[in-house]
């Protein structure tokens, strides 16, 4: 037996192991605790499933310090799932709810767990207190290890550049004593007035001659004011990366300033100012002569309150959190990224206000769904990591809490808590580079703010390398859509043909996204219909039908394109079932659809959807294609409906080179073959307020991009009918049935194993040309 020193791959996958299994064994014990009303099963699950969580914050450097724990917990995970029986050192049963193996062998491994767990939970009660006292241990100090990494044993000021502590208090100094009225009859009750001022907030430092260089804005009258409150911060207003740039600029004047006398006055969304700037040419409008821009916030001085001390900490015994400046940071940055103002106290008290906006912040931050299209992971850790009183607390351990020394050192832990991370998001997602080269915000009014339910399909937009690929895929698309453009172009006659014609139900459409804004996309949207409600214009509420059609329009783009919105929201689906009858007979009648594309799914089957379908089939003679995703539960859930529908092509997902997700419901190894396509990490675009393209995954994904390649299949069959030199067989009119279309599937697909088959028409194509490609139909069909 080989006892020498692991790799680091070895020691990575024993660590996705431990998740994988903590996460199953999880799911097992909640599922059981549910059935059987055992409130120890359910906490249990609690356990298992924050342990998981606490390996997931751990990354390659703190996995060494993890390593040795891990054989321990992984050893007393499969001792409670095989109990009371003794425990194999190679962890038999944990392998086995985890192997993707046949639906009978998984079952069995789970039922044998579950056996486990309940014999474990009503055995001995000293073994189980202390398995989760144990479990809490380790969860408490994998969790730690992050804590420990940003607090260091003596923290330092972060190796960047700042601003020195006498430049900040000059500074203040300078623009206190110009903001000092000396206008006529400027005398007041209290023998001083003075004029607003601001002071403009950077990213960096600016030199002009190797002298630090300020901005600051002082007003003509003192009575003028009302031209700074042109704007408020409103989701309407400014999209993810204004949000993302803002908050960073925000941030790291706050730590800039966290020492000095700047802090006088409360950093609050209110102390944050715009100006109105001119334009640009590119941006100019006949309605606006200026813009305000996100990334020029302005800080407003108010020196009349210097008496209110804002201050930095607070040693009262009755508060939860004692660091009022860093709360207000984490207010605003929960302002920025929600889009809206928070309904935070003022209590006569300042333990009352403390502990209630520190409460209201938690409760935002432990609701991840309230963020809505904002959905940064990295973001909400930021802002955690400001109400985390353990970080702050220990870098002032050694010395009396509200000390200069304890002052810098919870600077020090702010830079690389909250700005140093920030930075980071921004430089993944290609944003710091050009910070000042942003788009004006829109302030001419204000749309619609968005009420995003719970989705079980949160947007990420984290460009890993999982999206790249997928996008890549992509891209090699468009050079089979040219060729098939090309062959249809020279063969067919005028008025001859029609093209391909693809319904999409979703939850309908952005027409002001970017992606639409195209006049070539707009001419392909050719019918829209609100079965959700009665807007005689697309429109689109949660972003996941923009993204849909988007993607399918990427894939088929010389198709038309139908829009049927069937929910306003995905959890609305559930009471959408006549929307979506009706939205089937509208595309399968009215608009003479070849395709209808459906990525949504249900647990059991709808009577209503299924009559609609069987009718849509016999008054097209079985010519039309009906595609739905698959499911997203993994082994958890079987297929869904109405992908399990006899006449519904079921879609499940991939990555880019073919490997099935394992969110994909299992293949009966005795039933048909199952097919998936691109459905991880694809970025394709989403409401108008968001920059750019977000990724998402899933077998709706796959439905899209399945329906799209359909159609190239039939644009492709079609250029060949029409063609004089070439005599397609009669047959080939299959492709516009489900047999036909899966037998061409079937031809045109790499077989994974366990009778998984990946859809790809790069390689289908790439290898013939027109004629064989169009032998390859014939041989499929007939």
Known sequence: MNTGPRSVQEELQELDFAKDALCRVSIIAADLGARQKLCEAGCLAAKLWIAKRALDTADSNQFRRLQKRLPKLLDDLERLCAWPSASDVRRPLLHSILRQGTYKSLHGAESQVQKGISAFLTGPGFVKEQYFKNLDQFSQKAMRVKQTELKGSKLKAPDTEEYPRHVNVALYSVLRDHSQCNCMGSCSTNGVRRHHARLKLRPGIVKV??????EMLIASDPNSWKCWQDLQLTVSMLSNRMKLVLAYIVSRSFWQYYDSPWMNTKWTSDSMHFLSEPLPDEHQHADRSGGFYASRPYYVVCYEKE??????????YSVIYRYPRLLALCIMLLEIGLGEPLPVQDCEAMEGTLNANWNLAKRLVDKPKSWGDFDYPDYRKVVSNCLNRTLFDEAGETEKRDSEVSVITRKAVLYEAVVAPLENLLKLLGFLEDLDNIEPMDSRGSNPVLNLLPSSTIPSAAKDNSAIHSAEWLKKLNGINSYIYSITK??????????????????????EAVFFRVPDRQQQMKGWKDCAGDSEVPIDENGHGTHTISLAMKVAPLADFYVARVARDRSKLRQSCKNITEAIRW??????????SMSFGFQEEIPEISQAIGEAELKRQKRILFFAAASNSGGNRKEMFPANHDAVISVRSTNSNGAFSDTNPPADPHGPAVYGTLGQDVPSAWLCNVDGELSKSGSSVATAVAAGIAAMILAFAEAGFQSPDVHLHHDVKRLWTRRGMLAMFAKMSEDMGNRCYFISPIKFFSERDAVRGWAAMIDACV
């Open 490 to 511: 020279n063969v067919a006659q005028k008025g001859s043909s029609r093209p391909v014609r693809i319904a999409i139900l979703d939850t309908g459409y952005d027409p």
């Open 209 to 214: 001659d190797d002298e630090i260089a300020f």
């Open 587 to 596: 595309a399968a009648e009215d608009c003479e659809a070849d395709i209808i």
């Open 307 to 316: 008496g209110d001390e804002f201050m930095e900490y607070c040693d009262s």
